[in-house]
């Protein structure tokens, strides 16, 4: 009889032991392969979320003549002595090294104009990326949607005494445009100017095709900020792309942190499911030991045994990692709706089910070892006494 067919008779015989053991490996593994499931969707889902508080680099053309000022260029007087950039090459931007990093892209166009005798700032906008670069908004009215509607800001809205539903003239010919909301007080330069669609800005600021910044949420995972900037930088020599290094490290640590907890709590769960196999191993030994004696007595060495033990632990942590994978992902995607408002399950992971496999059989080898060493050590007269 070979060793395997031994061992595959050993797991039949003892069904019930054989499930416990099974049972302890895939609890442990479901637990850790939960966890880490469920840590990866709460790393994707505070990903997305935090790429929508604000952008951490900000594309402005290379000047300093320059007065009034919002997201790090400023304007001054009815003209902006200043190389802006054509709108035509913004897809450039999609086209770095690190693109799959890149978040929203926001560009912009800006302007000094003369309304209602008061000088004002106008700010052309890509309406779906703006709102979505600065989801933190907060505003009275709704958010505008057509180039004939406009944004104030809380200080311009003042100034020029309008409401939820004004008309406020601007441009050469005086076009009314409807304000359809008011920005809330933030304490930033969005308190003062008028925010309208980017196109029909460009028409009132005689801009057509022009940009002034370009403002990008971009998380970089596993790759440093500074090499996104000098690579938007070699498509626009002519830029200065600045990297809002305090957005970037705020983001990586809110995730690390999750990340840091998945995996502390992982080793816990590890350090348990080890030692319930070897306690199940060394009860299991202790059982058989009169027929370790007689394995012994009619010839089979220490390696003989040792293997017969192994094997068993080995099919066993195998069938555990399998089963632990299976239900830990299946526990991770009825989870993450409940854990995550709003979350979405990360999707089963490959290399997961890997580790899974590699992680049951490990465990198992390592907590049987030395109730197989001490099985393969057993005195021959000393376990057929107990006969």
Same mark, same amino acid.
């Given at each position: 009889m070979r060793l395997y067919n031994i061992s595959l008779n050993n797991l039949r015989r003892r069904k019930g032991r054989v499930v416990f053991t099974v049972l302890g490996l895939v609890l442990g593994i479901a637990a850790i392969v939960a966890l880490l499931s469920i840590t990866e969707s709460m790393s994707r889902d505070i990903e997305e979320r935090l790429n929508q508080f604000g952008a951490n680099i900000v594309m402005v053309p290379k000047t300093e003549r320059l007065s009034l000022s919002y997201g790090g260029i400023t304007v001054g007087g009815v003209e902006v002595e200043t190389e802006e950039f054509d709108e035509s090459r913004l897809p450039r931007i999609r086209e770095i090294e690190n693109r799959e990093n890149l978040g929203v892209i926001a560009p912009k166009v800006l302007g000094s104009l003369d309304v209602e005798g008061r000088p004002a700032l106008l700010m052309g906008v890509d309406y779906k990326a703006e709102f979505a670069l600065k989801s933190w908004w907060q505003w009275d009215g709704k958010l505008p949607v057509t180039p004939g509607d406009i944004l104030l800001g809380s200080e311009a809205a003042r100034a020029f005494r309008k409401n939820v539903g004004?008309?406020?003239?601007?441009?050469?010919?005086?076009?009314?445009?409807?304000?359809?909301?008011?920005?809330?007080?933030?304490?930033?330069?969005?308190?003062?100017?008028?925010?309208?669609?980017?196109?029909?800005?460009?028409?009132?600021?005689?801009?057509?095709?022009?940009?002034?910044?370009?403002?990008?949420?971009?998380?970089?995972?596993?790759c440093p900020i500074g090499e996104m900037v000098l690579q938007i930088a070699g498509k626009f020599p002519e830029a200065k792309v600045n990297a809002l290094k305090q957005v970037m490290m705020s983001k990586m640590q809110s995730v690390e942190m999750i990340r840091t907890f998945g995996y502390g709590v #992982?080793? &816990? =769960?590890? +350090?348990? $499911?080890? /030692?319930?196999?070897?306690?199940?191993?060394? @009860?299991?030994?202790?059982?058989?030991?009169?027929?370790?004696?007689?394995?012994?007595?009619?010839?089979?060495?220490?390696?003989?045994?040792?293997?017969?033990?192994?094997?068993? #632990?080995? &099919? =066993?942590? +195998?069938? $555990?990692? /399998?089963?632990?994978?299976?239900?830990?992902? @299946?526990?991770?995607?009825?989870?993450?709706?409940?854990?995550?408002?709003?979350?979405?399950?990360?999707?089963?992971?490959?290399?997961?089910g890997g580790i899974s496999l590699l992680l049951g059989v490990t465990l198992s080898l390592l907590a049987s070892f030395y109730p197989a060493w001490r099985a393969g050590t057993l005195d021959p007269s000393e376990a057929l006494r107990s006969l």
């Open positions: 004004d008309a406020l003239p601007l441009g050469a010919e005086k076009t009314p445009y409807t304000v359809t909301a008011v920005l809330h007080p933030t304490g930033t330069s969005e308190d003062h100017v008028i925010v309208g669609d980017l196109h029909e800005a460009q028409r009132i600021l005689n801009k057509p095709g022009k940009i002034s910044l370009v403002e990008v949420a971009a998380f970089c995972r596993g #992982a080793v &816990l =769960v590890l +350090f348990v $499911g080890s /030692l319930t196999v070897f306690i199940t191993m060394m @009860g299991s030994v202790k059982e058989r030991t009169r027929e370790i004696g007689i394995f012994r007595a009619i010839g089979f060495r220490q390696g003989h045994i040792m293997q017969i033990v192994l094997l068993e #632990a080995l &099919l =066993v942590g +195998f069938l $555990g990692g /399998l089963l632990g994978y299976l239900l830990g992902s @299946g526990a991770a995607w009825a989870s993450v709706p409940l854990v995550i408002q709003e979350g979405r399950f990360a999707g089963m992971n490959p290399a997961l």
